[in-house]
Nanobody, 128 residues
Framework: QVHLVESGGGLVQSGGSLRLSCTAS????????MGWFRQAPGKEREFVAA????????YYADSVKGRFAISSDNAKNTVYLQMNRLSAEDTADYYC?????????????????????WGQGTRVTVSS
């Protein structure tokens, strides 16, 4: 059984930065890609960023492009989300997700139903 544990959330002032981490554990698993999603109060969960295993392919939601950066350390089974220039609109619970099987297109990593495992989430609150 694979477990994903997120960390790094917290309270930050508008314009500030945070770095989220997510580590997969629980045995040997082939990671095709990992992603970050978020859910703001009263809203549906939405895609934030995703990265393929090789790191060659990264995808971002338009709302975070240029401010957030996703990266990974395959040796540690860990994915990171560096979040800069945060605003109140970024306040949400952030979830990491893991895809263990090949996809026909890496762009499918933008869609939550393609993921096999999910973390419990870490809360990010941006004060204005």
């Amino acid at each position: 059984q694979v477990h994903l544990v997120e960390s790094g959330g917290g309270l930050v002032q508008s314009g500030g930065s945070l770095r989220l981490s997510c580590t997969a554990s629980g045995g040997s698993v082939y990671i095709y890609g990992m992603g970050w999603f978020r859910q703001a109060p009263g809203k549906e969960r939405e895609f934030v960023a995703a990265i393929s295993r090789s790191g060659d392919a990264t995808y971002y939601a338009d709302s975070v492009k240029g401010r957030f950066a996703i990266s990974s350390d395959n040796a540690k089974n860990t994915v990171y989300l560096q979040m800069n220039r945060l605003s109140a609109e970024d306040t949400a619970d952030y979830y990491c997700a893991l895809r263990v099987a090949e996809l026909s297109l890496s762009t499918q990593l933008k869609y939550e139903h393609y993921y096999n495992y999910w973390g419990q989430g870490t809360r990010v609150t941006v004060s204005s």
